[in-house]
C-alpha cells in the first residue's frame, strides 16, 4: 500500500510528485453500481496519464477481501478489508479519502463495522464521499446531519424522509465539510473532474476531458435529470413552467387558480394548454406526479402508507389507495411487498396512463 498525503489547495507537478500519490479507498458493497465505481477510477487514472507520473492511486476494499459482484454481473477483486483499513488508519498507509460504491438496493444493506469504520476516517481528518446510493451508507453512520449532500433522483424521496436532519438536493455532486457525495451514473466523474482540477488546475481537467471526450466539467449545482422539454418532448414553456410549479408543491397542493394565476393565465387557459400539449388535464397530471413519488416512497422507505398518502397531498389513506390502484392496477400495499425495477425495454402504458407523459421511468415487477 502506498503512503497518503493530504490534500493541498493546490499542487504543482514539481511538488506533488516528490510528494507522493493521493491514495483513495474505494468500498465495494455488494451488486454495487459498475458505471458510478467506474467512472471514478477513469477520471484518476486520466489523471496519472495527463500529468505524467502516479499522481493518484486507489485501492479497493470489501468487508472481508476477496472479489465483490457488480450489479452488471461482473466480479471485482478488492486490494484489502475492513479490518486491515481500521488499523490502516494509525499509520502511514491511511487514504487520503474513503469512498463508498454502493446499489440500487442499499437501502436494506447494514454493516456496522463499515459505518464505524467511516466514523473513523472522519475523526481523523480523512475525507469521506460516496457514489449514487452510497449516500444512505454515510447517513446510516451518523455522518450527514446539517450537512449539504446530493443522491440519485430516484432514490431522493425515499432517503428526504428517513434522514430528515440532513440536508439532500438535486445537484449532480456535493461538497460540504470533506464530505463528497454525488448522484451515481457519469455524475463521479465530474467530482473527481472538480477534485483534480482543484488539486492540479484547469489545464489538467481540460487534457482529460480532451482524453475522455467529455465536453467540459459541469458544475455541482446542475441538474441531474434532463429538462423537461428534452424528457418529455414538452416544448411549451408555460406548461414546462407549470411542471415544474407542480413538482415544488407535491405535499401542499396548489390549486389550479392559484397554478394558473401564478403563471398570469386564467383556468381555462391552462387547461387548454394541457389538453392541446400532453392530451390530458392539468389536474390528472399533477395526480400522476403525485402517485409517482408515493411509488418511490413506496418502495424504498417504510414509511406508514397513510403517512405517504399525507406527504404526496392526498386527503386520506383510502383516497390515496382508490387513486393509486386505478393509476397501476394494485393496491399500496401491494405495491410495497414486490420489489421493482426499471424496465430495460419501454413497456406499453396502462390505460388509464396512456397519454401522460410523466417525467419518470416505466416500472415493472421483478422476477
Known sequence: MTAQQPFLSKRTPTNAAHAGPIVFAFYLVPDFTMLAFTSAIEALRLANRVLGYKAFNWRLVSDGGGTVRASCG?????????????????????????IICADENVEEYSNKSLEAWLRECKHRGIDVGALGTGTYVLAK??????????????????????????????SIYEIDGGIWTCAGGS????????LIEREFGEQTAAGICELAL????????????LPLSRRCGILNETVIKAIQLMELHLT???SMDDLAASLDLSRRQIERLFRRELDCSPVRYYRQLRLERARLLLTQSTMPI????VACGFISASHFSKCYRETNGTSPQEARKTRLRPAQHPVAAGPAIANVKLPGQTFVEAA
Open 141 to 170: 453512520a451518523g455522518l450527514l446531519a446539517n450537512k449539504r449532500c446530493t443522491i440519485h433522483w430516484e432514490k431522493l424521496p425515499g432517503f428526504a424522509e428517513r434522514f430528515s436532519g440532513t440536508v439532500p438536493n438535486t
Open 214 to 225: 467529455v465536453e467540459r466539467v459541469r458544475a455541482p449545482g446542475e441538474r441531474q435529470r
Open 252 to 254: 401542499e397542493l396548489l
Open 306 to 309: 397513510v403517512d405517504i398518502a
Open 74 to 98: 461482473l466480479s471485482m477483486p478488492t486490494d484489502s478489508y475492513l479490518a486491515l483499513e481500521r488499523k490502516c488508519l494509525f499509520g502511514t498507509d491511511r487514504p487520503s479519502m474513503a
Open 187 to 194: 455524475a463521479p466523474f465530474d467530482m473527481m473532474l472538480h
